[in-house]
């Protein structure tokens, strides 16, 4: 049940010229458990730019959720640096980097999360509460926003009284409500049947492509994987591999390109042994097709 989504809507809001959306420079992450040292993520170094489409792929455990955290900017390194929307989190108290989370990022989780006694449009609206933005105008651009994701007709449904589909769906809408520069989504259709996730698949690369949000998608699905212009493969708290490809593998027709676009036999491993929650709004200047060019914008150390 591929049935087209409308999406049409305003571009995101663009980045100061030059700034990636998110920079990580030898980011780590280490979990205290009582008293055992876990190293979740050992120094990875990577560029999201403004627009591109990246799919995070690797085994269970390996660390995919914990930099999706740290790229949203969610939870804090515990070594490296890491720059959202061009500001070190490092120098921002936690009111600020909530308020930078708000503007620049948006959240899909696989459990949806979305708050079970509220309406979708209520849900949809709650990241412009924080804006300071008034009810009535809440109301308007979270019904706008349901309506680009094919739910203008489900406003005033509850979580319950909607398709597991149609949740997902109203989680994108509120992850996107604030136009952020980055859609980070961590396994968006686990939780969904075959068709319905191939359903919101469809839609989150068409958000992609028609506003210019740059989406970093967690998958196990090689096939899902494979249909981003970039890959990046996480094991043991590394970044193993990080290719960019001209067309989608699926098509039998692309395969993996250098940073100069020439076609290349292997993967461009750019990290593997270096040193080294929920949502907001601005903008990849992606351009009209938010299509990124062939290099891929990651952690060349
Ligand atoms: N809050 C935490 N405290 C302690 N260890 C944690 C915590 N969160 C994650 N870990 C550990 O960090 C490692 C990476 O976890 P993470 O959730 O990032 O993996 P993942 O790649 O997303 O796995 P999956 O594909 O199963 O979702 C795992 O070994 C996990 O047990
Ligand atoms: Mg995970």
Redesign the pocket.
């Known amino acids: 049940m591929s049935a087209a989504i409308p999406t049409q809507g305003r571009p995101v809001r663009a980045l100061p010229a030059g700034v990636p959306a998110i920079e990580a420079v030898d980011v780590s992450r280490t979990?205290e458990?009582d008293g055992v040292s876990?190293s979740?993520l050992r120094g990875v170094s990577l560029t999201i730019a403004p627009g591109e489409y990246a799919a995070v792929i690797?085994p269970?455990?390996?660390?995919?959720?914990?930099?999706m955290h740290l790229l949203g900017g969610l939870d804090r390194p515990t070594g490296g640096r890491l720059v959202i929307g061009g500001r070190d989190v490092a120098t921002l108290g936690a009111p600020e980097l909530a308020a930078l989370r708000n503007e620049t990022i948006g959240f899909v989780f696989q459990a949806f999360h979305l708050l079970p006694r509220t309406s979708a449009v209520d849900n949809v609206a709650l990241p412009l509460v924080y804006r300071g933005i008034g009810a009535r105008q809440r109301r308007e651009r979270a019904a706008a926003m349901l309506g680009r994701v094919g739910l203008g007709h489900r406003l005033d449904h509850r979580p319950n009284q909607l398709s597991g589909g149609e949740q997902q769906r109203v989680a994108i809408a509120r992850a996107l409500v604030t136009d952020p520069a980055v859609l980070l989504a961590d396994e968006p259709t686990g939780n969904l049947d075959t068709a319905t996730g191939e359903a919101v698949l469809e839609l989150l690369e068409r958000l992609n492509a028609e506003s210019g949000v740059a989406l970093v998608m967690?998958t196990?699905d090689q096939e899902v994987a494979a249909r981003a212009r970039r890959r990046i493969a996480?094991r043991d708290g590394l970044i193993r591999s990080d290719t960019a490809h001209d067309r989608p593998l699926s098509d039998g027709s692309g395969g993996p390109a250098t940073l100069d676009g020439a076609p290349s036999a292997e993967p461009r491993s750019v990290s593997g042994s270096g040193p080294g929650h929920p949502s907001g709004g601005s903008g990849g200047a992606a351009g009209a097709t938010g299509r990124l060019p062939r290099q891929a914008p990651g952690g060349v150390a």
């Open positions: 979990y458990l876990v979740a690797g269970s455990g390996s660390g995919k959720s914990t930099l967690v196990h996480v």
